[in-house]
């Protein structure tokens, strides 16, 4: 067992597919943000508007090209730990999508946070989880970029309680790294709605580990699919900024 696993794994531990393919030169492609945020920016008319039928109709296609091939791609976000955060472009046919999970090598099994796809799952994220995991700067993933790693986990992300400045880091993010000529609009309206699921209300549990009430979230034990108390503890200590 390694205690610094490869940030392009040949498999996730209690996740079938693959065979997998790190792609980090996808990150510097601003048609490929298009397309991951998709079904993220997709609730709201505005923000269609806001990125544009030209950049979303090459976005679209660059994306289908992701989920359609032999391989699946991957990048990796550490955390503390050695624990890592994997995105995975699910490319099975008829199942297509983009899975977010954490895992430490440790583990038995690798825990799902959140699945973008047309049966959404989440949140997995709360604002300060998605800023400390993008702002680390730990080596050993396919990124140090900070904004890239904002905008890979903004679709696992839900959370109505975001800082003042939140449009002010989301904006830098959008400005650095797609095209879109009012990044700061679009940042007001992806933080206004929150994709699919829509912002959550995140509290501490008896426990003392952080829960949601997301209808869809993995991670509100309310939910009949939430995660045992033992596993969405270890989920936020893994997670905790």
Same mark, same amino acid.
């Given at each position: ?75 990796? $976000? /550490?955390?503390?730990?050695?624990? +890592? &955060?994997?995105?995975?472009? !699910? #490319?099975?046919?008829?199942? =297509? ?64 309680? $975001? /800082?003042?400045?939140?449009?002010? +880091? &989301?904006?830098?993010?959008? !400005? #650095?790294?797609?095209?879109? =000529? ?60």
């Amino acid at each position: 067992m390694t205690n610094n696993p490869a940030p392009h794994p040949a498999r996730i531990p209690g996740y079938d597919g693959g065979p997998f393919d790190h792609l980090p030169e996808l990150l510097d492609e601003p048609l490929f943000w298009v397309g991951h945020l998709h079904n993220y920016y997709s609730e709201s008319e505005e923000a269609e508007e806001l990125v544009g039928d030209t950049h979303e109709q090459e976005a679209a296609a660059l994306r289908s090209r992701l989920l359609g091939g032999d391989t699946w791609p991957i990048f990796t $976000v /550490p955390l503390a730990g050695h624990h +890592r &955060l994997y995105v995975v472009y !699910r #490319a099975f046919p008829g199942d =297509e999508g983009i899975d977010y999970l954490l895992h430490h090598p440790g583990w038995e099994t690798a825990e799902h946070l959140a699945q973008d796809e047309g049966h959404f799952m989440g949140p997995g994220l709360s604002w300060p989880e998605l800023t400390a995991a993008a702002d680390n700067g730990l080596p050993f993933g396919t990124t140090t970029d900070a904004h890239a790693r904002l905008l890979l986990l903004l679709p696992a992300f839900g959370d109505d309680a $975001v /800082p003042s400045n939140a449009v002010d +880091r &989301l904006t830098a993010a959008l !400005r #650095a790294r797609t095209r879109v =000529e009012d990044p700061e609009r679009l940042a007001e309206v992806l933080l206004q709605d929150q994709g699919p699921c829509g912002p959550a209300q995140w509290t501490t549990a008896e426990g003392g580990y952080r829960i949601n009430d997301g209808r869809y979230s993995l991670r509100n034990p309310a939910n009949h699919f939430a995660r045992s108390a033992s596993r969405l503890i270890r989920v936020a200590e893994a997670l905790a900024p």
